[in-house]
């Protein structure tokens, strides 16, 4: 798998040709590496999309538990959310600092 990263607008289409044992590699636009979302923009847009997925999976979660007659008062909500959604959120966090206001509305 190949990644392509640059500043310069007029590369973001380019698509390198790199072969290995002489069979080419596969250019992906968007690669994941330790669980962040890259694109060849180096924006955050792919990634805080990725995260608002992940997140919303987890508060689906946390919104079945309120939904049930199993007694589920504050404090579980509260430890439910800190160990499932909250994670999600702050795992990469230096990376909103260059993120523009539309995708920190977001999340």
């Known amino acids: 798998m190949v ?4 500043t310069y607008r007029k590369l973001y289409g380019f ?9 080419p590699l596969s250019v992906h636009k968007h690669s994941k590496y330790l669980g962040f979302v890259l ?3 180096i924006l955050s847009n ?3 999309d990725h995260v ?3 997140s919303r999976m987890s508060l ?10 199993c007694g589920a008062n504050a404090s579980a909500l509260r430890n439910t959310y800190i160990s499932l959604v909250r994670p999600i959120l702050e795992y990469g ?7 523009s ?3 920190l509305h977001k999340l």
Do not use: M, W
């Open 3 to 6: 990644g392509f990263f640059t």
């Open 46 to 48: 792919k990634y805080i």
């Open 52 to 54: 608002v997925l992940r």
């Open 60 to 69: 689906n979660i946390l919104k079945c538990i309120l939904g049930r007659d």
């Open 101 to 103: 206001n539309s995708n």
């Open 93 to 99: 966090y230096p990376i909103y600092c260059c993120a």
């Open 39 to 41: 694109g060849p923009e």
């Open 15 to 23: 698509h390198p040709s790199i072969f290995l044992n002489h069979q």
